[in-house]
């Protein structure tokens, strides 16, 4: 519902998005409190915004999500938001629709389960996203060093083997398509718990979190191509990943692997200019650290795997 010009600047209006199982859950009223709910499980607040932990019953069922709520949006976003306002100038209505996006190309990606925008009155602009809880699941930089620390160490090559290259297929995949993540962080892949214990065949098992970033640019690809391999290279810096490891992952993202008559790989595809593209990652690589090393000289620093705060 948007109504009319008048009602969005003086009354307020509200443009929801929901799947039919939520108000079960949530309660018919639901529209009326999701702002103000009380979610204290996980959360973390930080300018205007905030994500928490909620989990519903209903009829003896249990519905645990990931609550992001946004109470203060830039001015011009509402201003936007009350003249056009079918077009999604909320965070929270754009991951909806990078989500579903996402789900109908194949790609393992947390449900949405709501979404809205409280546009008006005034100009004022609030949103909030709904996202499934990945139930049993780590992100990788949690969940490789308790895959070193559980398998003996020829399942544990195999299994970082597998794992490189069904995350080089995912991001190889997603970049095919113009499309960039732009946080494209370790710690926005998630696999299952029971998957550190063995060496699972990993297609559709390793799954990408926080897309509301994401985003299509067809011109300026290169540029958001080195970000998003930049950013990932830099938060390998974990226990149990190696530089055999990283040239793996590389290699599989190029694709085409040749290989000779005896099975051993020969070399790769290198329509992707491999050399200029490493050269540009590398750089930027290099701002992320120093970035980092001055944050930690500043007592602003971060642990080593805790690159991002969610948002």
């Known amino acids: 519902m948007t109504g009319t010009l008048w009602q969005r600047l003086a009354r307020g209006v509200r443009r929801l998005q929901q799947r039919p199982e939520w108000t079960l859950f949530a309660g018919p009223d639901w529209a009326d409190r999701i702002m103000t709910a009380a979610v204290t499980d996980r959360f973390h607040a930080k300018q205007g915004r905030s994500i928490g932990r909620w989990t519903l019953h209903a009829h003896g069922h249990r519905l645990t999500v990931y609550l992001k709520r946004h109470y203060?949006?830039?001015?011009?976003?509402?201003?936007?938001a009350t003249l056009w306002p079918a077009a999604n100038w909320s965070p929270a209505l754009q991951e909806w629709q990078h989500l579903e996006w996402a789900r109908e190309q194949g790609f393992p990606v947390p449900g949405a389960l709501a979404a809205g925008e409280f546009i008006g009155p005034w100009g004022r602009l609030q949103s909030f996203l709904a996202v499934e809880e990945l139930h049993e699941m780590l992100p990788l930089h949690e969940a490789v060093p308790a895959a070193a620390a559980r398998l003996d160490a020829a399942s544990f090559a195999r299994w970082?083997?597998?794992?490189?290259?069904?995350?080089?297929r995912l991001v190889r995949d997603l970049h095919s398509q113009h499309w960039f993540h732009k946080d494209l962080y370790l710690c926005?892949?998630?696999?299952?718990?029971?998957?550190?214990?063995?060496?699972?065949?990993?297609?559709g098992r390793v799954h990408l979190i926080d897309l509301h970033r994401l985003g299509h640019h067809a011109w300026s690809r290169r540029w958001w191509?080195?970000?998003?391999?930049?950013?990932?290279?830099?938060?390998s810096e974990v226990p149990g990943v190696t530089g055999r490891d990283r040239w793996r992952f590389w290699r599989a993202y190029h694709g085409?692997?040749?290989?000779?008559?005896?099975?051993?790989?020969t070399g790769f595809s290198r329509s992707l200019a491999d050399g200029w593209l490493r050269r540009m990652i590398l750089i930027r690589w290099g701002r992320y650290q120093r970035h980092n090393a001055k944050r930690k000289r500043l007592g602003q620093g971060r642990g080593p795997t805790d690159y991002r705060q969610p948002t």
Do not use: C
Request: net charge positive.
């Open 72 to 80: 203060r949006l830039s001015w011009w976003r509402g201003v936007l």
């Open 160 to 168: 970082k083997r597998g794992l490189a290259a069904e995350m080089a």
């Open 188 to 203: 926005h892949f998630y696999i299952h718990i029971a998957d550190t214990n063995q060496t699972p065949q990993w297609r």
């Open 225 to 235: 191509q080195v970000k998003d391999l930049a950013q990932l290279l830099y938060s």
């Open 256 to 265: 085409k692997e040749e290989k000779g008559e005896n099975g051993r790989l």
